[in-house]
């Protein structure tokens, strides 16, 4: 069995989590008696509370003072997106911590000789880590990634001094990478890299059936799903998983989108199409400046069907998702700012990037007795999608297993196949997927278009090769 990273060292560090955690000052002074001081706790001005806040801990249980120094001074937003990346950040350093501990060494070893300074030491490690045990390049290099910025951090802010720093942890060296604009037009740009980084592919090709869309997505095929809706049709989901699949095939939407849609969003939809009865699709805009969140909180537009709509719309009124608005946990009560699908406990399926700004600043008509927020990350509804699966494929066993996140593809796919059968020219069908499904890559939405025609040429080869080499005739 292929073993974690964490089982490759003599070590017990870890990384524990503080369920709330705010900046404060601390004030001394000195008491009637000798040698005696008292302590206050001041708050920072603009310092918010940070929610599931990681910690470094040693293998002797105590904090890792600078790693969690380096934690601390990361906290310029409360945003969610910045905690899941400093949580990133808490492992990868408590990874370097373990190897530090391992080999009996100190993250200030830099010794005059440049192949025996610690971080160059690491990169080897991990460089035969990947060698024997197979693990992802492209993880490792997002861990000396961190290790990387951990130094960089410290020396910056003078958490060590120069005299201790004197010989540099790593090389840094300045490289021109091209990109594309949103147009097309290929320019180059220069960035800092180091010599930490390994040499590998950062985005593999993906397997022959699956699109490389935000990761490796396969679309379903449309008899799987016709399966799906017919599984609906039976009560086999429940009625918000059922509606989050409806969406992510109708709209395309991501899982941090369908999850954070908030009722407002679609109140505010359901107005529109009423008075504008010609209309059969409504805008839902997601993103940083809007309620519902998006991918690296970019702008998007996703377009809601009437009918869609229309069944949102019912089940915002319904008893039982009025039910879960009233449950204790339910941060934003029975208002339109609270989340469109709520688990049974009453909390979110994945927690908005909102609801990290308003517990700070919280309006009287949310429930301000909720409890101190544990940030969801989605497993509620992977939890869910699954058990659906499993229970459609005893009666359905053509029905492959699948991510949320294949829905975006299969809605792509769906656009394609539906446009070429009305004969849409392909120009016209590349411009719909890229702003249906917000591409900012061109290469992106190519694979769409190429996606039929590269499996029907596998097959067709495979086909032909079936034939030219018939097995019977040499017995194998």
């Given at each position: 069995?292929?073993p ?7 070590s ?59 934690l ?30 391992h080999?009996n ?27 024997q045990?197979?693990f ?16 960089n ?49 950062r ?18 095929s449309?008899e ?17 998983l059922?509606l989050?699949?409806r ?12 999850c ?10 359901l ?5 504008n ?10 993103g ?21 709509i229309?069944?949102l ?14 449950n ?5 009560a029975?208002?339109?700012?609270n ?6 406990t ?21 429930n ?7 940030p ?11 058990k ?5 494929q ?11 996140h ?14 070429r ?13 890229r ?6 890559s ?21 086909d ?13």
């Amino acid at each position: 069995m292929k073993p974690s990273l964490k089982d490759l060292f003599d070590s017990n560090a870890k990384v524990i989590y503080l369920r709330r955690f705010r900046l404060q000052n601390a004030n001394w002074s000195k008491t009637a008696q000798a040698n005696d001081y008292d302590y206050t706790f001041s708050s920072l001005a603009n310092s918010d509370y940070h929610f599931r806040m990681p910690v470094i801990i040693q293998s002797d249980g105590l904090p890792w003072k600078i790693g969690n120094l380096y934690l601390m001074g990361q906290l310029d937003t409360p945003a969610l997106s910045n905690m899941k990346t400093l949580s990133a950040r808490a492992i990868h350093l408590k990874y370097y911590l373990q190897y530090l501990e391992h080999s009996n060494q100190h993250f200030l070893d830099l010794p005059t000789q440049y192949q025996q300074r610690v971080p160059r030491k690491f990169k080897a490690f991990l460089q035969a880590v990947i060698e024997q045990h197979d693990f992802s390049s492209q993880y490792i290099n997002n861990i000396l990634s961190s290790v990387a910025h951990f130094y960089n951090y410290i020396q910056h802010q003078s958490f060590v001094s120069q005299s201790d720093i004197e010989n540099k942890p790593f090389r840094e060296r300045k490289v021109s990478i091209p990109i594309h604009n949103n147009v097309g037009i290929m320019r180059n740009i220069s960035v800092i890299t180091n010599d930490l980084k390994l040499r590998s592919s950062r985005k593999p090709l993906p397997s022959l059936g699956k699109l490389r869309d935000g990761g490796s997505l396969r679309p379903l095929s449309s008899e799987e799903q016709e399966i799906i809706f017919r599984a609906f049709d039976k009560n086999y989901a429940s009625i918000e998983l059922e509606l989050m699949i409806r969406i992510a095939l109708g709209t395309g939407a991501r899982q941090q989108s369908v999850c954070t849609l908030s009722i407002a969003c679609i109140k505010t939809a359901l107005d529109y199409l009423e008075q504008n009865a010609d209309s059969n699709y409504a805008v839902i805009n997601t993103g940083y400046k809007y309620r519902t969140d998006s991918k690296c909180g970019r702008l998007n537009r996703l377009m809601f069907s009437r009918n869609l709509i229309d069944h949102l719309a019912t089940y915002i009124d319904c008893e039982r998702a009025e039910h879960r608005r009233q449950n204790i946990n339910s941060f934003y009560a029975n208002t339109d700012d609270n989340y469109v699908f709520l688990t049974r406990t009453g909390n979110p399926y994945l927690t908005a990037e909102r609801e990290i700004i308003d517990r700070n600043n919280p309006k009287p008509v949310w429930n301000t007795e909720a409890p101190v927020m544990v940030p969801k990350n989605g497993q509620s509804l992977r939890n869910e999608l699954k058990k659906f699966i499993s229970k459609v494929q005893k009666f359905e066993p053509s029905l492959q297993n699948f991510s949320f996140h294949d829905l975006r593809a299969t809605y792509g796919m769906n656009i394609v196949r539906n446009l070429r059968a009305k004969e849409y020219p392909d120009s016209k069908i590349f411009d719909h997927v890229r702003q249906r499904l917000n591409h900012r890559s061109l290469t992106t939405t190519e694979a769409y278009l190429k996606f039929d025609s590269e499996v029907k040429e596998f097959n067709d080869i495979q086909d032909t090769f079936g034939v030219t080499f018939d097995k019977s005739k040499y017995n194998v």
